[in-house]
């Protein structure tokens, strides 16, 4: 708040950067969760820690959903990573809701959908919604939207579609 005053008094007419916005004990609470989301969550045991940790860190997860060692979920984004229920997320992981231009984009995995073992999901240019019931192949690079049903491999990836949603 104090450097907000500042920045205005120095700066007038120029809109304030978004550091300049947090207080000090937002700057704390965010280094709290940077430190949580990347280096606890990812090296817990068990499912049920990882899965409550990265909760706290402020991430929707869904009920009966497992998420692998080594996962990072973007802590900058907290609020922009929506994972619903029954979701299968693999080891090591890449979730990446900015790109080259510093847009924060929204990252949505749908109800029952596999991600395969160093897969990356990263939203350079817009929102990512993976569908209900689609599969990720191992190591794939995902930067588009994949439909309900679809499989995508490839980096980047190749949507093949037409998947028996039984």
């Known amino acids: 708040?104090?450097?907000?005053?500042?920045?205005?008094?120095?700066?007038?007419?120029?809109?304030?950067?978004?550091?300049?916005?947090?207080?000090?004990?937002?700057?704390?609470?965010?280094?709290?969760?940077?430190?949580?989301?990347?280096?606890?969550?990812?090296?817990?045991?068990?499912?049920?820690?990882?899965?409550?940790?990265?909760?706290l860190c402020g991430i929707k997860i869904g009920k009966g959903t497992f998420i692998g060692m080594k996962?990072?979920?973007?802590?900058?984004?907290?609020?922009?990573?929506?994972?619903?229920?029954?979701?299968?997320?693999?080891?090591?992981v890449y979730f990446s809701c900015h790109g080259y231009h510093q847009d924060h984009n929204k990252i949505v995995i749908r109800r029952g959908a596999y991600i395969g073992m160093r897969a990356s999901l990263i939203a350079p240019k817009g929102d990512i919604e993976i569908g209900e019931k689609a599969v990720i192949g191992a190591n794939t690079?995902?930067?588009?939207?994949?439909?309900?049903?679809?499989?995508?491999?490839g980096v980047p990836c190749r949507i093949i579609p037409n998947q028996s949603l039984d």
């Open 71 to 92: 996962c990072y979920l973007d802590d900058l984004c907290h609020d922009k990573i929506v994972i619903e229920d029954n979701v299968i997320i693999s080891y090591g």
């Open 1 to 55: 708040m104090l450097l907000e005053i500042y920045y205005k008094l120095k700066h007038p007419g120029e809109p304030v950067p978004y550091y300049y916005k947090r207080s000090i004990i937002g700057e704390l609470l965010h280094l709290a969760r940077k430190f949580v989301c990347q280096n606890i969550a990812p090296n817990c045991v068990t499912n049920f820690m990882r899965v409550t940790l990265y909760r």
């Open 141 to 153: 690079l995902v930067n588009k939207s994949v439909p309900q049903g679809s499989t995508a491999v």
